[in-house]
């Protein structure tokens, strides 16, 4: 095998084990993966049995559905000593979602993209249903991403705008323009807005989190219906939300590194 079809096979097992994250718990078809990440069904059935044999999904017999399989937890549960901050950030995010009342999320960067790790659900009875644990976006679409992606170097964000067309999949509101108004905006005052570009009527508020290298590496966000977030309110909300995100930076700077 060349090193382009190795790298291609690598790919696809990724883009894979991805797909069966973002629905944990319950599971997804191998109909649906194969949609969802534009592979063959045959390549996929394949590429998902050599995983199962290797412990890396499972497969519900009642059901036919494909989780995430034991080994991964293993690998998992070794990585955590240095990227894991969940645990860390616990204390963050109930204080984060007590102050405002809303939602509070913690989401990492992963390449382009970021996942959300952990939540700490809001006292306020209505909420919103757009983040969960495991789901992914794009930098640039949803409040902690366009966070993060504020607070790279300029050549960072020109870099992915330029290869990254969100608008094909997020909308007329997602072209480069529009981001890099919103870029603007969050750089002005600290902590990004999301008003309601994802889901009608839910608004999101995020803020960076920095690693010892002063790489915006995760976000706090907040997420909450539109009503919440008036603009006699958001001030208020963005204080709390830069409050934290602080306060977990300085909590991961005093951490012990791994190897040291």
Not at 22 to 35: C, I, K, N, Q, Y
Not at 140 to 153: E, F, K, Q
Not at 158 to 185: C, F, M, N, Q, V
Request: aromatic residues 4%; glycine residues 10%.
């Amino acid at each position: 095998m060349t090193s382009g079809a190795q790298g291609q096979l690598v790919g696809r097992v990724a883009a894979l084990l991805r797909a069966v994250s973002a629905h944990e718990p319950a599971g997804v078809s191998t109909s649906d993966l194969a949609r969802e990440t534009d592979l063959a069904r045959p390549t996929v059935h394949r590429l998902l049995a050599t995983l199962a044999d290797e412990g890396l999904v499972d497969r519900h017999r009642d059901n036919g559905r494909w989780t995430l399989g034991p080994e991964l937890y293993l690998l998992g549960s070794l990585a955590a000593a240095r990227y894991d901050i969940a645990e860390l950030a616990g204390d963050v995010l109930r204080d984060l979602a007590r102050e405002t009342g809303e939602s509070a999320y913690l989401s990492a960067r992963r390449g382009d993209e970021t996942v959300c790790l952990a939540v700490e659900e809001g006292s306020f009875p209505l909420r919103s249903h757009v983040l969960h644990i495991g789901i992914r976006f794009p930098l640039g679409v949803a409040s902690a991403g366009l966070a993060i992606l504020s607070h790279l170097p300029d050549r960072d964000i020109d870099a992915y705008l330029s290869r990254t067309d969100l608008s094909t999949e997020w909308g007329p509101d997602h072209a480069r323009g529009d981001i890099e108004k919103r870029i603007a905006a969050t750089r002005l005052a600290g902590y990004s807005v999301n008003p309601a570009l994802i889901v009608e009527g839910s608004w999101g508020m995020g803020a960076a989190v920095f690693d010892t290298r002063d790489t915006p590496t995760w976000a706090l966000s907040i997420t909450g219906v539109e009503s919440r977030f008036r603009d006699d309110r958001r001030a208020g909300l963005g204080e709390s939300l830069l409050n934290q995100a602080h306060r977990l930076t300085q909590l991961l700077r005093r951490r012990p590194q791994p190897g040291h």
